[in-house]
C-alpha cells in the first residue's frame, strides 16, 4: 500500500486531536451544568461583528476544517488510497454504505414528521474522534486498517459536503452564487496559468466565502472548492497544495477543532433532554450511528468483494471491517455540523447533540473492544 509521509503525520495528528476534542468535550458538559453554566452558554453567543461568536466558528474556522478535508481528498484521489480503482473501491463502497444504510434507518424512524430535515445527521464519521479510539490500541493495528478508515472517513466527508451544498441551503441569491463560482472559475484559470502565489488563493478563497454566505448556500462549502483550486502538481514538497496542508494539519487538529467542540457541546442536561432520547429524531440519530454505520459499511464491503467488485486486503478479517464499522458510527464533528443546519429549535439541537455524544461513546466502546479481541498482539 503507498503511504506517504503527509499521511503519516496526518494520522499522528487526528489521533492526538481525537483525544483532545475527548477532554474539551467532557470539560464542555461539566462547565454547562456547573454554577458557570450561564455564563459559559453566553461566552459562545457573544456578538462580534454583528454575528454570535458561535456563527465564527461554524460558518468562518470550519470552513478552515473543510479546507483541509479538500486538500486532503485530492490528494488521496491524484496519488494516495482513492487514486487506483480496484484499492479504492473498498473503502468507496464502504463508504456509501455506511451514509446510506443511517439516512434510511433515520428516515424510518421520522418519515412523515418536520424531523425528517436531520436525516443526513448519522451519515459521517468523526476523523479526529475515530483515529483517535484507534490509536489506543497501538502497534496491534496494520496500517491497511488505519488507511482503511481515513479513507473512508474521506468520503464520508465528501459525501457530507454533498448534501450540505444540495440540501441544506435556502432562499438562494443566484447574483451572489454567481459572483462565488466566477471567483472559484477564476481560481481555476490562476491554476491553469501555472499561479503559484498562496496570498492569492487564499484571497480569492475570502472574497469567493464572502459571496458563497450571502448567496444562502452554506460558506463552508467554499473550503473544498478552494482546496481543488489549488494547484496540487506532483503533490510533493515544492507543491503549494502539500505546503498548506502541511501548515493546517496542527492547527486545524489543536485549534479549530477543540474550539468547535467547546463551542457545539455545551449541552444542559436536564430531565427535559433526557425525556426526549425517545424521541423520533434521537431514536434515529441514535440507531443510524450505532447500528446504522457498521451494519451499512460491512454489508456493502461483503457484498462488493463477494461480487469481485474490490477486495479485503490481505491483512484485515471481516471482524476487523465490523469493529472499523462502529468506529465509523463516532460522528461528532460532522454530526453536530450537520445538527445545527438541520433544525431551529435549540432544545431540538441539544438533545440531538446528546444522542450524537451517547451514540459515538457506545460505537466507541463496541469497536474499541471488539478489535483489541480480533487484532493479533
Partial sequence: ?????????????????????????????????????????????????????????????????????????????YIGELSKIKEA??????????????????????????????????MS?????ALGILSLLGNKVPLSLKIFLTALAVIDDLGAIVIIGTFYSSGLDWTNLFLSLGTFAILGGMNFAKIRSIPLYLLGGIVMWYF???????????????AFAIPFDKGDHHSIS????????????????PIFALANTAIIL???????????????????????????IFLF?????????SKLPKDLSWASIVGVGFLGGIGFTMSIFITNLSFNQEAIVDVSKFSILLASLVSAIIGFSMLSQTLKK
Fill in 125 to 129: 464519521t468523526d476523523i479526529a474522534f
Fill in 301 to 309: 464491503c461483503f457484498l462488493s468483494a463477494s461480487l469481485g467488485i
Fill in 242 to 257: 502539500t505546503k498548506i496542508q502541511h501548515f493546517l494539519h496542527k492547527p486545524v487538529s489543536f485549534i479549530i477543532l
Fill in 270 to 296: 436536564n430531565t427535559d433532554t433526557t425525556s426526549k432520547l425517545l424521541e423520533s429524531y434521537s431514536l434515529g440519530i441514535f440507531t443510524g450511528l450505532s447500528l446504522g454505520k457498521p451494519i451499512g
Fill in 212 to 226: 458563497m454566505g450571502q448567496s444562502g448556500v452554506h460558506p463552508t462549502i467554499t473550503g473544498v472548492l478552494l
Fill in 89 to 122: 473501491s473498498f473503502p468507496i463502497i464502504g463508504a456509501l454504505g455506511g451514509m446510506v444504510v443511517p439516512v434510511i434507518i433515520y428516515t424510518l424512524f421520522n418519515y412523515g414528521t418536520e424531523s425528517i430535515s436531520g436525516s443526513a445527521i448519522p
Fill in 1 to 77: 500500500m503507498k503511504v506517504t509521509k503527509l499521511f503519516k503525520e496526518f494520522f499522528e495528528s487526528e489521533k492526538s486531536s481525537g483525544i483532545i476534542l475527548i477532554f474539551c468535550t467532557l470539560f464542555s458538559l461539566y462547565v454547562s451544568n456547573s454554577a458557570w453554566g450561564s455564563d459559559y452558554h453566553e461566552l459562545w453567543k457573544t456578538p462580534i461583528f454583528g454575528h454570535a461568536f458561535e456563527h465564527w466558528i461554524n460558518d468562518g474556522l470550519m470552513t478552515i476544517f473543510f479546507l483541509l478535508v479538500g486538500l486532503e481528498l485530492e490528494r488521496e484521489i
